[in-house]
């Protein structure tokens, strides 16, 4: 458990009176739910039950949707413009709990009330589900971000985060110091833990690099894939095969490629559409059959039961894009969307 005493140099953010930006007018954004793998959603979009049903996050821009492990009803919306959400219940009623814009939450993998979000320059913890909070980490230049935050799966109270200047940083007492470990010569938007403790990083300019050593010592997988196919774009998502020490599938703007072994080796997944033609945005795997693939392209959600060779194409019920894609571990024909308003 995170050490529940802090440096009094640590700020402390009291989460009282904060004022939430939800929708009282229909709205077709948010978070969906679709219990049969995607034929059918509903927006599950409330604020309030009962009486104050009318006030929704429908409006919300989700960038990324994280389920909770233990408990697949608890879900987190994600928003950079938004701060971050929260539902226990699947959706059917969401509860603000960072107020700010945010990049990144990293849950605690057995206590529910802790959590640690990666906003602007600064990382904050809460130890009681967002209630008050503490700033556990600033940044020097106000102009750099916290891209990613994530907690080690080994111990939780070593914490990794990753800044847009490309700094990787590590905590091993829940946030109270901290140590620059590696330093990339580019952003890093995304960093990953396998459950074999292998760290995954994605670049926007430069793909994908792996770490076995806990991030002091990094392998572009670049080379590699390039010989598979040629011009394989830059890093877009990432998801690990559930089951598997360090399989995975790899989404660059180029398409999507599926490595059985970290980056050894590659194959190309085809997809309907040609290479480099649209961007998917997100991408999901059904945990108890990893044939079963979801990806998403602006208002339409890819389906494959095959690994890849067929796919089906579902529409979303809604005039917004489809950017954040959730399987609920326990029921995987349970599937959550996140949508986004189009740029104008």
């Not at 700020?11 to 229909?26: E, I």
């Not at 059918?40 to 979009?45: F, G, L, P, T």
């Not at 946030?175 to 926007?204: C, D, H, N």
Request: charged share 15%; proline share 5%; hydrophobic share 40%.
């Amino acid at each position: 458990m995170f050490k529940k005493k802090l440096s009094a140099l640590l700020f402390l953010v009291v989460l009282s009176g904060c004022s939430f930006t939800v929708s009282k007018a229909p709205a077709d954004g948010g978070v969906y739910l679709s219990t049969d793998k995607g034929d059918k959603w509903e927006q599950r979009a409330y604020v309030s039950p009962g009486e104050k049903a009318n006030v929704t996050i429908g409006n919300l821009n989700v960038d990324r949707l994280v389920t909770w492990t233990p408990d697949q009803n608890v879900l987190y919306a994600v928003s950079s413009a938004s701060g971050v959400w929260a539902t226990f219940n699947k959706g059917g009623e969401w509860k603000k709990v960072f107020p700010s814009p945010a990049r990144s939450v990293a849950l605690h993998p057995t206590n529910r009330d802790i959590f640690l979000v990666g906003s602007g320059n600064k990382i904050y913890r809460t130890l009681d589900g967002g209630g008050a909070w503490q700033t556990v980490y600033i940044e020097g230049a106000p102009e750099t971000g916290i891209n990613d935050v994530l907690i080690d799966v080994a111990n939780s109270e070593t914490i990794y985060a990753i800044t847009s200047r490309g700094s990787l940083l590590r905590s091993r007492d829940g946030g109270v110091s901290w140590q620059a470990i590696f330093r990339f010569t580019k952003e890093v938007s995304r960093l990953y833990m396998s459950p074999a403790g292998t760290f995954y990083a994605g670049m926007p300019s430069r793909g994908l690099w792996r770490s076995d050593d806990r991030g002091f010592n990094w392998t572009d997988l670049q080379p590699n894939l390039d010989a598979v196919a040629k011009k394989t774009g830059n890093f877009r998502q990432f998801a690990f095969v559930p089951g598997t020490s360090n399989a995975f599938i790899y989404v660059n703007s180029y398409g999507l490629f599926a490595s059985p072994d970290g980056g050894g080796t590659w194959r190309t997944i085809d997809l309907v559409t040609p290479p480099s033609t649209v961007g998917i945005n997100t991408l999901a795997i059904n945990p108890l059959n990893t044939n079963e693939i979801f990806y998403a392209i602006n208002r339409l959600v890819y389906y494959s039961v095959d690994g890849g060779i067929t796919w089906i194409t579902k529409a979303v019920p809604s005039s917004r894009l489809a950017t954040a894609l959730a399987i609920n571990l326990s029921n995987p024909l349970e599937v959550f969307l996140g949508l986004t308003r189009p740029a104008k």
